[in-house]
């Protein structure tokens, strides 16, 4: 079965601090790797990752993808309260099946 | 530009009823994914549909679930006899004709089922 594993499951921090988040795959039928965020409702879509070592940014979110070693890292800088979510990796599916291999996801609570 | 639509937002259902949750593509979407999120749990895939095409239904159990995308109209899915382990937050996901750049799929609110 395919899997995707991330973390830490939990992280606690405070306001201004500097997280990174963990994602790692396995590479059967890989196509491309996304991270969302969900605050009790839908999952919000973050980046879409298909190359290695290129970094993707938006504000204070970024993202890199490694191919060799098979993970991605997700990092939020300058914390604020409103990060506070659970930051989902997910790995899409090749060929004509794009369907999404999620990890359980890591809580991140901001504290002011 | 509305996104994805799901419909009803809460469910509550007794044993043994039957549950249908809808969901209605981001305009221009014609590919459809179901994911099912139980509690503490990170989400599953349950199934990918085309329009009249089930294309990958391996995360659906054997028994009492189904899907369909018709022609016109929204995606269904069905699941009939519910039981407890039924409940769940049941997300539905749009993605247009080919996954590109940043046209990745699109999740709706969600269902949320509770079985009685």
């Known amino acids: 079965e395919d899997k995707v594993v991330q973390s830490p499951l939990s992280l606690v921090v405070h306001e201004g601090d500097t997280v990174t988040l963990n994602c790692s795959y396995e590479v059967t039928n890989f196509r491309s790797l996304l991270w969302y965020k969900q605050e009790k409702k839908a999952p919000t879509f973050l980046f879409m990752l298909?190359?290695?070592?290129i970094e993707k940014k938006s504000g204070r979110l970024s993202s890199i993808l490694d191919k060799k070693e098979l993970f991605s890292i997700l990092n939020i800088t300058a914390t604020q309260t409103g990060d506070s979510a659970v930051y989902l990796c997910a790995r899409e599916a090749g060929g004509s099946n794009y369907k999404l291999t999620f990890g359980k996801g890591t809580l991140l609570t901001v504290n002011p | 530009n509305a996104g994805v639509m799901q419909n009803p937002r809460h469910l509550v259902r007794r044993r043994g009823q039957e549950a249908r949750l809808r969901c209605s593509p981001m305009k221009g979407h014609s590919h459809v994914y179901w994911y099912r999120q139980l509690p503490e749990e990170g989400l599953k895939f349950m199934v990918y549909l085309q329009k009249e095409n089930i294309i990958d239904e391996s995360g659906m159990p054997k028994e009492r679930f189904s899907a369909e995308f018709p022609k016109e109209g929204p995606s269904i899915l069905r699941i009939q006899q519910v039981v407890r382990g039924d409940s769940a937050a049941y997300f539905c996901?749009?993605?247009?004709?080919?996954?590109?750049?940043?046209?990745?799929?699109?999740f709706g609110p969600g269902t949320r089922l509770l079985v009685l």
């Open positions: 996901a749009s993605s247009p004709q080919s996954s590109r750049a940043q046209e990745t799929q699109y």
């Open positions: 298909t190359s290695s070592g």
